[in-house]
């Protein structure tokens, strides 16, 4: 008899922990699937940043500089991404792209987390380079 009445005394408590397991998982869901949004995010990035950064070395091999922004906007065009920083050198470009992360729950806790930035530098070797030995190369010495 006594164990009847514990046993119907315990009944509410399960009900109460089983609501909180549900809440727990729903959390821990809504985290992961915030972290899978990032690393979503941060690959469209680097994969923009990489675009760009080539695309725009060829053009500079080429010696097409009136080309670059219409280069960047075409590529601009597709994504969602911007372009933070964009240095142009004689031998290289570095390209820094971000883009807006859609979170559902994280975004809430670690205010940081709203955008994703990425770099990619593409290095330009010219044909005329003396490290490559495509080319004649003359050295001429003067003689004072």
Known sequence: MQLKMSLKAEKGNMAFLTIAMIILVCFIFAAVFDICQLYVAREQAKNFSDSIA?????????????????????????NDCKIVECTITYDGILVTAEKKVGMVFLDRIIHSLKMVRSRSLAG????WDESLGLCDSYRFHYRD
């Open 54 to 78: 080539l695309a725009l070395a060829q053009d500079l091999i080429f010696f097409d500089s009136d080309m670059f922004e219409d280069t960047i906007k075409s590529l601009s065009g597709a």
């Open 124 to 127: 330009v070797t010219f044909p």
